[in-house]
């Protein structure tokens, strides 16, 4: 790990001031992912901005009906409220599927939403990444990919987003409140916080330089029944292959979100027209710009069953 410089702030302005004259400043709350990337060398900010003392840790009621969760609030405690379990069940869901309890202790909400891809080649240092080294090239176009994005990749990147609460936020219609630098407040659908690699896969949310989350606001709840499925290659800890995020309706309409298959929590409104029709309809629409590779084709057929196994779950 390098040297580095500590400070801790005051405010969420504060935090943001300090972030944007620092070229090297990271913010850094529970730690479950920086720390182990600076310890790799993978991260190396050479000033880190303690925001553990700002009053972002509250579960708030908001006036429209919906719910307002702290950036600092821990995974573990927000997957316990009352609130969520009751009307964001899909919420809990996907926290409680995420890590070990411990990890959930420490890990926040803000942080949840910025962890970094776990694409072997990523924690590889020997090895060329555009996320880590822009302009390297990417070592797992070609290489083993099994485990890796098969929609909304390119050319520079197929890495996947390993979030199971991005996911389920992005089914929920979420909204990222952050401060700017000067002070100001700025909204930011979940739906646009996450940015797909391009050219540019290291720049991977909407946030400008110093710019700090404060809150993630649901709206109001929406009902139906909540499910949340993760197929992966061991019971715990472990991370996605894919996971299905769905509300469904006593209609049969509702809502679809994806994880494991993208560089960002994977939804297609279109596709969720075709809920009625059964899985096939919704996942062809959810991947029909696929870009698999012969290693990790197999998701697109995972997807399907996955979610028709949480439709039929949801319709009893």
């Known amino acids: 790990m390098k ?16 972030a944007a004259k620092n070229d090297g400043a990271k ?15 993978i991260e190396t900010p050479t000033h880190l901005i303690d925001v553990n003392r700002l009053a972002l840790d509250k579960i708030e009621a908001t006036p429209e009906g ?21 009307d964001y069940a899909l919420l809990a869901r996907a926290l409680l599927a995420g ?11 803000a942080g949840n939403l910025l962890q970094r891809t776990r694409c072997p080649y990523f924690y590889d240092t020997a090895q060329p990444c555009n996320k880590r080294t822009p302009g390297s090239g990417c070592s797992a176009i070609g290489g083993f990919s099994r485990q890796l994005a098969v929609v909304g990749v390119s050319d520079a990147c197929i890495a996947t987003h390993p979030s199971d609460m991005a996911v389920a936020m ?14 100001e407040a700025r909204t ?8 797909l690699p391009g050219n540019t896969p290291h720049v991977e949310t909407a946030l ?3 710019e700090l989350i404060a809150a993630v606001t649901l709206p109001p709840p929406v009902g139906g029944k909540h499910v949340y499925r993760k197929v992966r290659d061991r019971a715990s800890y472990a991370f996605a292959l894919v996971s299905v995020a769905a509300i469904v309706q006593p209609d049969g309409s509702g809502r679809v979100a994806v994880g494991g298959v993208a560089p960002k929590p994977w939804r297609i409104e279109g596709a969720e027209a075709d809920m009625r029709r059964g899985a096939k309809a919704v996942t062809d629409g959810l991947f029909a710009d696929a870009r698999p590779t012969h290693d990790n084709e197999f998701k697109r057929t995972l997807a399907q069953r996955t979610l028709g196994s949480v439709l039929t779950e949801a319709r009893g």
């Open 3 to 18: 040297a580095f410089t500590y400070e801790r702030v005051a405010t969420p302005a504060e935090a943001a001031a300090a």
């Open 27 to 41: 913010f850094i709350a529970g730690g479950t992912n920086l720390l182990d990337l600076m310890k790799l060398e």
């Open 66 to 86: 919906g719910l307002r969760i702290g950036a600092l609030v821990r995974n573990t405690d927000l997957a316990a409220h009352e609130g969520v379990r009751r």
């Open 99 to 109: 890590a070990s309890g411990q990890l959930r202790n420490r890990a926040t909400t």
């Open 170 to 183: 992005r089914a929920l219609d979420a909204v990222v409140e952050t401060v700017k630098p000067g002070g």
């Open 188 to 195: 930011i659908s979940i739906a646009d916080f996450h940015r």
């Open 208 to 210: 400008e330089k110093g």
